[in-house]
């Protein structure tokens, strides 16, 4: 099923690449992606364990996005930039004419208000629980405190993690020696935003769409390397294993 006036910002990174493998295997296609270009220093897929997690599709690190554009024929336009809020990204995206962009750029970039006052809406998949967990790497945070790891599917706004909620999902824990950044974080964010685009094609609307409650008092979260270690420490072993 293709997804008229729905694109996809996409970047060269496991994020994208598992958005639109599973956007693919759940015949979920956006009109078009537009392609950041890649970074100077592209790391190598990770060797880390990609074992099968009921209900959930892990990405195939080998495939890049391109090569599923291709394979899905989803026309792609690859841009020379990877600054988000570059002139010539506001020039691709106003040329799509799209109602709904699908945000998965390169980490750490901020979508500035020129680019948000295009006109299509920025549906973003957020890996933590709004309000209470806003931040750059929060899951980590949830699985520290022991909550359950959560993904929340928002527009994006002005400020940080503070957009009208659209959707949210819990999931399982991953187990351990899983790739959680690479693997079990990107599937859980594509598994939301198969589930919002499949309710999007039926109604032709993000359906739910609320302000989040307390938007401007909730901490923002960013896990020191220390934590992050604890964090996956305290992860249970695979099914398989013995303890």
Do not use: W
């Amino acid at each position: 099923m293709r997804l008229d006036k729905v694109i996809m910002l996409a970047a060269h990174t496991a994020r994208s690449q598992a958005y639109l493998q599973t956007l693919a295997a759940r015949n979920l296609l956006p009109a078009a992606v537009i392609l950041l270009a890649p970074p100077e220093n592209a790391s190598a897929p990770s060797n880390k364990s990609r074992a099968e997690i009921p209900g959930l599709i892990l990405a195939d690190p080998c495939e890049t996005v391109t090569a599923t554009c291709a394979r899905a024929a989803i026309p792609i336009v690859e841009l020379s930039t990877r600054d988000i809020n570059s002139v010539e990204v506001s020039t691709a995206l106003a040329a799509a004419n799209a109602d709904v962009v699908i945000y998965s750029g390169y980490g750490g970039q901020i979508v500035a208000d020129h680019v948000l006052a295009l006109g299509p809406v920025f549906l973003h998949m957020h890996s933590g629980a709004l309000p209470a967990y806003r931040g750059s790497t929060t899951l980590y945070y949830a699985l520290l405190n022991g909550d359950t790891p959560a993904v929340t599917a928002l527009l994006l706004d002005k400020h940080i993690d503070t957009g009208p909620v659209v959707a949210r999902r819990e999931y399982a824990r991953p187990h351990a020696h899983i790739d959680v950044d690479g693997a079990y974080d990107a599937a859980i964010r594509a598994d939301l935003l198969a589930r919002v685009l499949d309710e999007y094609a039926a109604s032709g609307k993000l359906s739910g769409e609320r302000q989040q409650a307390t938007p401007d008092t909730s901490p923002y979260y960013v896990v020191h390397p220390v934590l992050k270690h604890l964090a996956l420490l305290s992860l249970a072993p695979q099914p398989f294993e013995d303890g």
